[in-house]
């Protein structure tokens, strides 16, 4: 089965690119600096920072395992359907 782990790679290259959309357009746009001066403390920026991206890559995760149990393993296709 070299599908799965393939497809579940190939997967992450859009959450990467995401990743570093984000910060260069942070490091452009100085967000932090402007929240830094307007009273934002920086430990309080990073846990938001982190927990966004724990949550978008947690639910992605998810998604995309579900997604290859349901395309690479026939027997648990087959419970899924018989459940629902």
């Known amino acids: 089965m070299i599908g799965a782990?393939?497809?579940?790679?190939?997967a992450y290259v859009y959450f990467l690119q995401f990743l570093a959309v984000i910060l260069?357009?942070?490091k452009e746009?100085?967000?932090k600096d402007h929240m830094l001066i307007m009273g934002l403390r920086e430990l309080a920026y990073w846990c938001l920072i982190a927990s966004l991206f724990a949550v978008l890559f947690l639910t992605r995760?998810?998604?995309l395992y579900t997604l290859e149990l349901l395309m690479f393993c026939p027997s648990v296709k087959v419970k899924a359907l018989?459940?629902?």
């Open 24 to 26: 260069v357009s942070e």
């Open 82 to 84: 018989r459940s629902s």
């Open 29 to 31: 746009l100085r967000i």
């Open 5 to 10: 782990p393939l497809m579940f790679n190939l």
């Open 61 to 63: 995760g998810s998604t």
